[in-house]
């Protein structure tokens, strides 16, 4: 599977590699989570035409709607493995099969490259 997010287009632009540092949806996300309220995750659907979670999911949990939205809004970009280490969730969706991983604490740490630890 190839991922085109992030591929330079045919349009004549120098500032093609630039990304933001941080997104207003991610920051609606992240106030959420701090408050438990789910009126910032409407907030981000309503503008992308979308309906309230209570009109749409009722039942949801704010645990459960944050782990879909971070998995929509920042699909292919490796943000989606900090929430999950945030959360230090003990299994995730498997990006490649169908099924899901078992994590632990060590999965979590990321390995010190070679280069720095020779230094």
Same mark, same amino acid.
């Given at each position: 599977?190839? &991922?085109? !997010?992030? $591929?330079?287009?045919?349009?004549? /632009?120098?500032?093609?590699?630039?990304?933001? #540092?941080?997104?207003?949806? =991610?920051?609606?996300?992240?106030?959420?989570?701090?408050?438990?309220?789910?009126?910032?995750?409407?907030?981000?659907?309503?503008?992308?035409? &979308?309906? !309230?979670? $209570?009109?749409?999911?009722?039942? /949801?949990?704010?645990?459960?709607?944050?782990? #879909?939205?971070?998995?929509? =809004?920042?699909?292919?970009?490796?943000?989606?493995?900090?929430?999950?280490?945030?959360?230090?969730?003990?299994?995730?969706?498997?990006?490649?099969?169908?099924?899901?991983?078992?994590?632990?604490?060590?999965?979590?740490?990321?390995?010190?490259?070679?280069?720095?630890?020779?230094?």
């Amino acid at each position: 599977m190839s &991922l085109y !997010k992030f $591929s330079k287009s045919s349009k004549v /632009s120098n500032n093609w590699n630039y990304q933001p #540092l941080i997104r207003k949806s =991610e920051l609606y996300y992240i106030i959420a989570e701090a408050l438990d309220n789910k009126d910032y995750i409407d907030e981000v659907r309503i503008n992308r035409g &979308l309906k !309230k979670l $209570s009109e749409a999911k009722p039942n /949801s949990t704010i645990a459960t709607e944050l782990l #879909l939205e971070h998995m929509r =809004e920042f699909y292919g970009e490796g943000q989606l493995f900090y929430f999950y280490k945030r959360r230090n969730l003990k299994s995730i969706r498997n990006g490649s099969t169908a099924g899901n991983i078992t994590m632990n604490a060590d999965k979590y740490v990321l390995p010190i490259p070679q280069v720095e630890l020779d230094k």
